[in-house]
């Protein structure tokens, strides 16, 4: 069967374009994103149907993703991670359920590789050879892993302080790897120049319109998982914030569909103190985030200063009646150890801030007794950040 | 349905014990086996309803694994790993089709995770509260995390030259950790003396009867995914060689099962030639295997110069038609780049070992256009050696 993509559309003016060929930004300067026809989906598909499919991780979903032909598909087995649930964080924490969703068990050790095997099974249905994208570390990684199983090139700049392991692990994968003094932002500015006088194809993040619909599939994940049921919270670490943005279109997607009924979850940032700006642009009421100067954290995933998708995460906080919050490096480190010794979960620092930011949320009485929350693991522990 | 166990066998002398209860080594000194009524089990079970049941891993096959009450499982989502088919590295070696096990994609970045799973399960059927083992560094991620989940407290010694990630993992999920000067043999001496003067559950490779089983389900899946058929042949990195036991065992069973008919794959070890002390064995056709001085390699995980399960091991290449290969270093580092720029995996030293393996057997004629070839990546590239 093939897949219900109906459209693009822009998240800002709202314009259309036909979802075939290669699209980036709107003229607006708007992302562009995905529509699909949910009411003959709705009539069509079966969830059960659906959930019942013994094998294809994320790809399980391949009505509501931007895929024509599966004979593209591009995969090294990603999405179907585990839901786990720790009844001892619960306790500790003094909320009905926690959850954590461990996503670091995927291809590359992130949830990157869901967003990497979107994208590049659309770059391949488009006929692209050369995709290039800045990256903090773990979506490199993803890209370039992708990238060698379909025999694409893939340039990748990144932070010449970003995690070695990360560096490591795109060499590994046969990645074109250009290490740049400076933030994602300058890592970012390599890849422009890059693409102005080569031609690649722009994989930056929301700057083509497919690595967010893979990431969806988390939301789609997890609501299955609790019996076609919502969560009360989903407590995110953002760095892009694209993983979150594509959860709140998931859970919109299958109110939808009429999958699952009921209020969508409350959308929860966490970052770090030391690289909030999503955090204080809500606070401040603000709709775009303002650049965070001097960015500094141990959690690299979240040094991000200025996020791409900023508008849409935070109508997507406020539109679910979220909130953001924002947890210091010591903070952060204790979590890890915590999460892991309650659950036997290897997280990164990025998923072990979103138990640090609960933590906070429940003390000062965000989450309660009646939440049952998810908090989302978004790579393994085992990629080292060494002292 | 409750687990078709009907046996604990020696595998030296061949004695029984009642499958409840704590055992360890026989009398003989002979490592004990799981054995199953394989006969009433394949008259009730179906292989075709196992192979749908949508979630639950390696625990799918759970009627085949030591567990009593599957509400007692210690799972954090191991199993169920990807089998890569690669056209690309096929033809690059001139054999029929080469796929890939990816069992880095585990808990804990390893396939340790399914021994831990079914090891500390079954510790935990049996009122066990505290376990050790000895461990060149996964095995002990493993079993720290499974604990962890399971709340027991795990006792973990571990060469100080190990990889700093492992121990820092080990850390990080609560378990107590040891760092010995010297290899895993002296870290296996510490081990016994603590079980003597604490009484811990000794959860060393073989001595114990569980840790095999969880295993052996990677050889379950691997013939469920080329469906229910053999592979011609499986290259397996051997450091203690227990996967290459359980799988052997594993395509024994399915076929007393009826699951699946045919030979059986040669059963291939790959060691490095900085410590091989199964290929010396082998060649020198000897039943057991002397201990390797001076072990040096990249690949820590075969970094063990007295395998425990050796006798098994050798019988299990020789009566499948099998062979042995050393590798070195320098083939070793030089096959990770390439199986990671042919499919997207992020292999291990050890798992690399394999490419470096078929190759080298591809050459001298041992594997050819004719076979059907598995490669075990027996853990995740991630787990990085800073050199």
């Keep these: 069967m093939a897949s219900f993509v109906s459209r693009l559309v822009c998240s800002r003016c709202g314009a259309s374009f036909d979802p075939r060929g290669v699209h980036h930004l709107c003229d607006c300067g708007g992302a562009l994103l995905v529509d699909y026809d949910l009411d003959t989906a709705g009539r069509t598909l079966d969830r059960d149907a659906v959930g019942a499919r013994a094998r294809g991780g994320m790809w399980r979903f391949r009505e509501l993703l931007p895929v024509e ?15 786990v649930d720790s009844p001892r964080l619960a306790a500790s924490l003094g909320l009905g359920k926690v959850l954590v969703k461990d996503d670091g068990r995927n291809p590359t050790g992130s949830f990157k590789a869901r967003g990497a095997a979107s994208g590049v099974t659309a770059a ?9 994208l800045p990256t903090a570390g773990n979506a490199g990684v993803a890209w370039a892993a992708y990238g060698a199983a379909a025999g694409l090139r893939v340039h ?38 890059g693409i102005a006088e080569h031609g690649w194809y722009d994989a930056g993040t929301l700057r083509e319109p497919y690595r967010i619909e893979g990431k969806k599939t988390l939301g789609f994940e997890i609501a299955e998982d609790l019996g076609w049921r919502f969560p009360d919270a989903v407590v995110y670490p953002a760095g892009g914030g694209v993983g979150l943005i594509g959860m709140w279109r998931a859970f919109a997607q299958l109110r939808e569909l009429g999958w699952v009924g009921g209020e969508p979850p ?5 970052q770090s103190t030391g690289c909030a700006p999503i955090v204080r642009a809500f606070e401040r009421g603000e709709e775009v985030a303002e650049r965070w100067e001097g960015a500094r954290t141990i959690a690299q995933g979240l040094r991000v200063p200025s996020p791409p998708g900023d508008r849409l995460v935070l109508r997507a906080i406020r539109e679910t009646g979220g909130t953001a919050v924002a947890v210091d490096d010591a903070d952060i480190g204790a979590a890890r150890t915590a999460l892991g010794a309650a659950t036997g979960i290897l997280a990164s620092p990025e998923g072990a801030a979103t ?3 609960a933590r906070a949320l429940a003390e000062r009485g965000d989450l ?12 393994s522990g085992l990629v080292q950040t060494p002292d």
Excluded: Y
């Design 124 to 132: 391949v249905e488009r006929g692209v050879r050369e995709v290039a």
């Design 69 to 83: 032909d599966p004979a593209s598909i591009v995969s090294l087995g990603e999405g179907g991670t585990p839901l």
């Design 368 to 379: 309660g007794r009646g939440d049952r929350v998810v908090l989302v693991n978004t790579g």
């Design 156 to 193: 990748v700049a990144m932070p010449a302080d970003a995690p070695r392991a990360n560096a490591d692990s795109v060499r590994l994968v046969g990645g074109d790897l250009t290490l740049v003094d400076g933030l994602i932002s300058d890592a970012a500015r390599w890849i422009e120049a």
């Design 266 to 270: 409350r959308m929860i940032v966490v």
């Design 355 to 357: 138990l640090a930011g």
